[in-house]
């Protein structure tokens, strides 16, 4: 009996443990980010940067609006598209993809796209927001061996975070999404990061698989007009 209560307490001990060290890489992750409170303030966020990609210089500009929209504009040459999504409905236009009108998301897209419509960092109050974290140990990122988090949002979407041990920055993330029908890895390595004046610390260089996109502007809590998540007429 002695043994199997022993025994039972050392397993306690150890899942309290990892308990306490995921908490606490989440909680130093969002300090060197400016801080739990800072993000709460976050109403809405405005970046416009360049993707450079296959020699071509693309504008991308993102706009969120917390838990009501988000909504995505390129520019290539001469073309402009578009992608929206909002709690209920979606969009996208490409017209440099040989689209020639909005076509819109499926059920299934809208609720795993939902996350983007969080305009604060995905870790904060990441519980509240019906998501859960998994510490599955260590990965190699590049000569820095990183903590290696599992994100699983509401929608049940996951995502694979690796945290730079020294900086607490994420400063890769892998993403499943789907392409042309098919479910695809999307990786996304985070760099350049910088305090705006409201507090936050912001990736203002982000490696995507066909590209770098560098962040020029940012702006937050400014006033958006709900009408550009609607399908344009």
């Keep these: 009996m002695k043994r199997i209560v022993l025994f039972s307490f050392l397993v306690a001990t150890t899942l309290i443990a990892h308990a306490q060290t995921m908490d606490e890489i989440i909680s130093k992750h969002l300090d060197a980010i400016g801080g739990v409170e800072a993000w709460r303030k976050v109403s809405s966020i405005k970046e416009e940067g360049i993707l450079m990609a296959q020699g071509a210089e693309i504008s991308v500009v993102r706009t969120v609006l917390h838990n009501k929209g988000s909504r995505q504009d390129i520019s290539l040459a001469g073309m402009n598209g578009y992608s929206i999504i909002t709690p209920v409905a979606g969009w996208n236009f490409m017209p440099f993809q040989g689209q020639t009108q909005p076509e819109p998301l499926t059920e299934e897209d809208i609720k795993e796209g939902q996350p983007e419509l969080d305009a604060q960092d995905e870790l904060v109050d990441y519980k509240e927001k019906g998501s859960s974290v998994e510490l599955v140990g260590k990965d190699d990122v590049e000569g ?7 994100l699983t949002f509401k929608s049940g979407k996951t995502g694979t975070l690796f945290i730079d041990p020294k900086s607490y920055h994420i400063i890769r993330q892998v993403t499943k999404q789907k ?18 004046p ?8 982000i490696g995507l698989p066909f590209g770098e996109l560098n962040v020029k502007k940012v702006e937050i809590n400014k006033p958006v007009d709900e009408a550009i998540f609607t399908l344009p007429k």
Excluded: W
């Design 198 to 205: 409201e507090g936050i610390v912001i990736a203002m260089s």
């Design 144 to 150: 820095t061996e990183c903590f290696k988090l599992i």
């Design 179 to 196: 392409a042309n029908g098919q479910e695809i890895e999307v990786t996304s390595n985070f760099s350049n990061y910088q305090k705006v």
